[in-house]
């Protein structure tokens, strides 16, 4: 009986915990989330992809416009967080005016905020113009060096922005690593990484040679317009039946534009 009793009384055994669910997100500078270790696609295969960017379009462009290496500078530390569009519309002015590091000190700091002014963070932005330009006259005659650790020490630029300057400007195989490039790189599984320096790192390592002056621009227009943050273009995509991304639409067939491509890349190799 007693023994009955304190049976009864004894707790019924705990059910293991429901396992926790995680939101499936896509990988983002803020959310780096799950990513692969390798990337998922052979030598042959990444060749294949870049060669179908450079069928497609041979001489890709970035979309700042610029002057010179300094406004390219320039623009391009105004267009953390802003799109080139709008960076382009308040540099239109800026640069007729000021298109050397001293005619921008001598603009100052109050004027060059105005100018900019549409711009998200212009005050900071404004700052850090005005100061990389006193640096740049200061330490290099007025010129932008040519080289990464000095453009790193410029007030308001990182490695994304000298990345952009030493391919763009400079002819470096440089890969600068944006938030699009950064999603494409582990959305398709090319270059995984947790880090924007993982991704470049690994897109370093995935991209043949050949291709490695244009990559950047080729992974930053597809992924501005084609395999878009919140859903993929797949339809308009030149690479569908190469990519390997789980988020890839599933159709009965492969996209004309894919099929066009492949198809001259064919007639080209055998000519
Ligand atoms: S097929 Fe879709 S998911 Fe794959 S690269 Fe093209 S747009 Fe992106």
Known sequence: MTQAKSSAKRKAPK?????????????SVDNPGKV???SRYSKAEAFAIFKRFHADNPEPEGELDYVNAYTLLVAVVLSAQATDVGVNR????????????????????????DEIRTIGLYK?????????????????????????????????????????VLNIF?????????????????RIGIAPGKTPLDVEKA?????????????HHWLILHGRYICKARKPECRRCVIYDL??????????????IALRTKAMIERESAA
């Open 124 to 164: 900071n932005k404004a700052k850090n113009v005005v100061l990389l330009s006193e640096q740049l006259i200061r330490d290099h005659k007025g010129d932008v060096p040519e080289d990464r650790e000095a453009l790193e020490k410029l007030p308001g630029v990182g490695r994304k922005t000298a990345n952009v």
């Open 15 to 27: 059910r293991p915990a429901k396992e926790k669910q995680t939101k499936k997100t896509t990988p």
């Open 243 to 256: 990519c390997k991304s789980p988020e890839k639409e599933k159709f009965d067939a492969v996209p004309e």
């Open 90 to 113: 308040a540099t239109k002015n800026l640069f007729q005016i000021a298109d050397t590091p001293e005619k921008m000190v001598d603009l100052g700091e109050d004027r060059v905020r």
């Open 203 to 215: 897109m370093e390592k995935a991209v043949p040679k050949e291709f490695s002056l244009h990559a």
């Open 36 to 38: 692969l270790k390798r």
């Open 170 to 186: 400079f002819g470096h195989p440089t890969i600068a690593v944006d938030t699009h490039l950064f999603r494409l790189g582990n």
